[in-house]
């Protein structure tokens, strides 16, 4: 299935695309898509629902995040070899865990703001991770049954915050609008290996990234094992796995970092895709 949430935002109403692409109202089922929704038993009472039964959504509405009432927003640093490499710093021997506040999250084509004063916003396409089944001490073996799909995530990071002022990198990655997913969460049977799924992120028609997840240095599962020993996780809860190379940061000799008015398209294979126009925060 490809869930997903649209309508005005703060009023996003629960939804799934059909074969044919189509969105069609699930508010008469289920409130959000949300919490318990995403429980194995959650989804396995929304996939007995035959999508032709449902309302059709006319028009083109608002797509909002894919995920509601999410209770944490983790995720995961330099997990891609060459990004490392590309941002001048070691392939880290655990994962680096920093947090994106909630307040941060919007729909996938929302405008991202650029904060005030800012020279050094940047982007990261990234595959999202959506738990379905809440734990703690999960084993690896395990892991994968603890996901109830996956997203696309651009992890939009403010660099300056991040690396310049002093401490947590949270400073820097949690600003409004740094958060946009979907366009919808796509249930993990769907995706036969999400370690072999093409990304790619472009800046007003120019590609500046280009990876795929086979070269993640933490797999899901060791991600889930291992956010798992130091937190539980709970249904609705996100997990941003990383990104690979190609970010502003890492472009030799002179970075390049987002102005306003400037057009941001990203997508992975079978997960859908992003586009968001870049503006100046009030």
Not at 94 to 103: G, H, L, R, V
Not at 116 to 141: F, P, Q
Not at 204 to 217: E, S
Not at 245 to 261: T, W
């Amino acid at each position: 299935m490809k869930l997903l949430r649209y309508g005005a935002k703060g009023a996003e109403k629960p939804g799934l695309l059909d074969a044919d692409n189509r969105i069609r109202d699930l508010s008469g089922h289920v409130a959000d898509i949300a919490g318990d929704v995403l429980t194995p038993a959650g989804l396995a009472a929304l996939a007995q629902l035959d999508p032709a039964s449902l309302p059709l959504v006319t028009g083109n509405p608002r797509i909002g995040a894919c995920v509601g009432q999410v209770g944490k927003f983790v995720c995961i640093g330099l997990n891609y070899a060459d990004h490392a490499a590309e941002s001048g710093m070691e392939v880290p021997k655990e994962p680096i865990i920093f947090n994106k506040w909630t307040s941060a999250i919007c729909g996938p084509n929302d405008a991202v703001e650029i904060p005030r004063g800012s020279t050094k916003t940047d982007w990261e396409v990234e595959l999202g991770v959506v738990i379905g089944k809440g734990g703690r001490y999960i084993d690896e073996a395990n892991a994968m049954e603890h996901v109830a799909g996956y997203c696309v995530i651009n992890d939009v990071s403010e660099r300056e915050w991040q690396l310049e002022r002093g401490g947590s990198w949270d400073k820097g990655k949690g600003f409004d609008t740094f958060g946009p997913l979907g366009p919808w969460l796509v249930t993990r049977d769907e995706i036969a290996d999400p370690h072999a799924l093409d990304m790619w992120l472009e800046v007003d028609g120019h590609r500046y990234q280009q990876g795929n997840t086979r070269t993640l240095i933490f797999n899901v599962p060791q991600l889930i094992a291992y956010l798992s020993r130091c937190m539980s996780l709970q249904p609705g809860d996100v997990i941003s796995t990383g990104t690979p190379p190609g970010v502003g940061l890492g472009i030799k000799p002179n970075p390049v970092f987002l102005r306003a008015g400037q057009t941001i398209k990203l997508g992975i294979a079978g997960l859908g895709e992003q586009q968001q126009v870049t503006v100046q925060a009030d």
